[in-house]
């Protein structure tokens, strides 16, 4: 099923050139370079395929040749069939690095780094790959997804999104258009 896409970053590097990459489900979706000292922003806007119910994942690769203090990636918005996806509830996973592993020598360090990983926020400034799992279904197929799900068992809600996007809650329907 195609199902209309937008993602919308921007990126920023001052010392030096970089590349970033959208995967969905590991397929190459966008693939930017950007120039050093030059703010760009990317705008996804497409129908994708979502050819089954169940866990799908957004992935964000952003690599570059230095490290530098003044580098971001800003994720604006992510709505997939008019619902949002909320940007807070990406996972971060930095490339190593010799600031990444002086972090992890240090108890103070290991608390900031895991902080980062759990509230990660809007801006982000690490070279690595940032995901975002959600799941994909119609209302029977959540239904049984909450019945039969280790994660539901647990608590830990998955974001969803709906084929028919009138079960989905307000406030995760895009109102912007």
Request: glycine share 6%; charged share 30%.
């Amino acid at each position: 099923m195609k199902l209309r896409t937008l993602i919308d970053v921007s990126i920023f590097n001052e010392e030096c050139d970089s590349m970033f990459e959208i995967f969905l489900n590991e397929t190459s979706i966008e693939s930017v370079g950007i120039a050093k000292n030059v703010r760009k922003d990317v705008k996804v806007d497409e129908e994708l395929d979502f050819d089954y119910h169940g866990e799908h994942i957004l992935k964000f690769r952003w690599s570059g040749d230095n490290e530098c203090a003044n580098k971001y990636f800003d994720l604006h918005k992510i709505i997939i069939n008019d619902q949002k996806i909320p940007a807070h509830t990406i996972k971060v996973l930095p490339f190593e690095n010799d600031y990444i592993n002086e972090l992890t020598k240090t108890k103070q360090g290991k608390e900031w780094l895991k902080k980062i990983k759990l509230f990660p926020g809007y801006r982000h400034g690490w070279y690595g790959e940032y995901e975002i799992g959600f799941e994909f279904g119609d209302k029977l197929h959540f239904k049984k997804y909450s019945t039969n799900s280790a994660h539901f068992a647990m608590g830990i809600k998955k974001e969803r999104i709906y084929v028919d996007k009138k079960h989905q809650r307000s406030y995760h329907l895009n109102n912007d258009q």
